[in-house]
């Protein structure tokens, strides 16, 4: 079980500015922080899962970071055949456990804030006026 992450950033297109200027070191750089991200991830997770036998605790993993030409991932998930109705329930009266979820939410927010911060030519944070 993966799940794809996608977000809408404030500063984006600062972002992808940074990525132009210098591909191999933005990438490389983005990779050293999605491995960090990824990490993180993982220990929450592990964290928030469900525990019987420790199974799916002990299966979560990160795979990558990879690069190619346009994009630098990550995979966090588990090969556990019931780890999606661990997560998302099921009809028959399993309730969701949400330990995935749980675990990105926390991690994904400091992540992009960090990416940002790292990357942008704009301060992160702009004063109302």
Not at 59 to 68: F, Q, W
Not at 85 to 110: H, P, W
Request: charged share 20%.
């Amino acid at each position: 079980m993966s799940l794809n992450i996608s977000a809408n950033v404030l500063g984006d297109v600062e972002l992808r500015n940074a990525f132009n200027r210098s591909p191999k070191v933005i990438a490389g750089e983005m990779g050293d922080l999605l491995d960090k991200a990824a990490i993180t991830l993982t220990g929450h997770a592990k964290t928030f899962a469900p525990v019987r036998s420790g199974a799916l605790r002990g299966s979560i993993h990160k795979e990558g970071p990879v690069a190619t030409k346009n994009i630098v991932f990550v995979i966090v998930g588990t090969n556990i055949f019931y780890a999606p109705f661990q997560e998302f329930g099921t009809s028959r009266g399993v309730s969701a456990k949400r330990y995935m979820a749980r675990a990105r939410e926390l991690t994904l927010v400091n992540s992009l804030a960090l990416a940002i911060y790292r990357f942008a030519d704009t301060p992160l944070l702009v004063p109302n006026s």
